[in-house]
């Protein structure tokens, strides 16, 4: 069975930073390409960074420069650093595969408010 556990997440200031981190279970994570998504309130939800099986990244405009995405294959987690936190960055967030799809984890809310 496929498990996914999303920590890191917080309030913090505009600015600020977070790292955010995803324990994958239940798959051959080694193979996978992961990705980080986000929903916010009365929103759907949306890829924010993704990064191949053998780490290559790539990211969306509105976290470009911003976010960074990497993972270590020996202990099966992948990781988001957040720099410069936006308002508007604030969402539950939640990892899955990018290619296929997994059921969601519990995600891991990140505000980000004054």
């Known amino acids: 069975q496929v498990h996914f556990v999303e920590s890191g997440g917080d309030l913090v200031q505009p600015g600020g930073s977070l790292r955010l981190s995803c324990a994958a279970s239940g798959i051959i994570f080694n193979v996978y390409a992961m990705g980080w998504y986000r929903q916010a309130p009365g929103k759907e939800r949306e890829l924010v960074a993704r990064i191949s099986s053998n780490g290559i990244p790539t990211y969306e405009d509105s976290v470009k420069g911003r976010f960074s995405i990497s993972r270590d294959n020996a202990k099966n987690t992948v990781f988001l650093e957040m720099n410069s936190l936006k308002i508007e960055d604030t969402a539950v967030y939640y990892c899955?595969?990018?290619?296929?799809?997994?059921?969601w984890g519990q995600g891991t809310q990140v505000t980000v408010s004054s």
């Open positions: 899955n595969g990018f290619y296929t799809l997994k059921p």
